[in-house]
């Protein structure tokens, strides 16, 4: 395996006049199911390790990307999110291992449905087949290598992605998550009867392992696709320990939406409210979200009657453009 030693710092967002909110389409999190490890290793994971030492050499910058995600774990991935359109069918997906200790990563691929409110759940556990139907997945389409990847404490290393479109694949948008998570440590043969005196040298030893994900989408565009974006439902709350506007984000048209939201008050030189990230997908077409009030705010700009301006910025194919703005009043 080619690898790069390097010790990244913890990436922070653009410094503002107070904390900003998290990506709202952040890594999809999950704390995986409970494993019963063999004592000995597989073929298939010797295979898999083989692999990975294969893998093209890492990203020259010794620093953390910007834009680069994390979770629970201890391995962090750039960028927070991939889109592969006719233009280019080849990516790279970038791991590394802010841990110390070494580890090992399994790379999967798998679907998830997006709700009304933002929520990101598994394909496999919706039972309705009309939601199910919403979503249309790239999984087909992808390959990618290493599937398993061996990184040393500050390693980092790239997954190459590679798309094979069907001739006859309607124009729109695909999309599927690539996970990252964490591979159980290799068996050394000691349960826990072994380590009080009271167990035999030999058979199966169990153990309780816990396994860290993270996900990004990776977003495969064909031939032409539109996008109207529109915001609407106003409201001013709580949420989060403090104050937040609830707004809803309108989607139309035949791909994703992908931006950050501003509440803009006149004659205040910040916004008011802002959460960046905000991702509304094809399989709906609205999402609510609660958009963090700056706590040192002026009063009077969150008052009944106050005229406020809200805008969606666009942080995709055209970054930087406004695709929606609308005045409102608060209630």
Sequence with gaps: ???????????????????????ATGPSLALLAALIVPVAQTSAQAQAQAQAQTAPPPPAS????????????????????????????????????RSPAPGEYDVTVSDKLMTPQGTL????????????????????????????VALGGSEAQTVRVMVRVPPDLPAGEYRSHFTIVSAPPAADGLSI??????????????????RFGISIPVIVRVGETTLNVGLKDFALGEGGG??????????DGTRSA????????????EPIAEVLGVG?????????????????????????????????TDDDSAPGKVLAKQDFTLP
């Design 193 to 210: 009867d072994n380590a009080t005196g009271q167990g035999q040298n030999q058979g199966i030893g169990v153990r309780i392992v816990p």
């Design 121 to 148: 759940i598994d394909l496999e556990t919706v039972t309705d087949p009309a939601m199910r139907a919403r979503v249309r997945s790239a999984a087909t389409m992808l390959r990618w290598s290493p599937r398993r």
């Design 1 to 23: 395996m080619t690898s790069q030693h390097y010790r990244p710092a913890r990436t922070r967002t653009a410094p503002g006049p107070w904390p900003r909110r998290p990506y």
């Design 280 to 312: 509304v997908y094809t399989e709906v077409g609205s999402r609510t979200v609660q958009v963090p009030v700056n706590p040192k705010a002026d009063p009077r700009f969150l008052a009944r009657g106050a005229r406020l301006t809200a805008t969606f």
């Design 258 to 269: 992908f931006g950050d939201i501003r509440i803009l008050a006149p004659g205040s030189k």
């Design 62 to 97: 010794a620093t953390p990307p910007a834009g680069s995600v994390g979770g629970m774990g201890d391995v962090n991935l750039y960028p927070k999110r991939v889109v592969i359109d006719d233009r280019n069918r080849l990516a790279t997906i970038g791991l590394y291992n």
């Design 242 to 251: 403090g104050k937040v506007i609830t707004l809803t984000v309108t989607r």
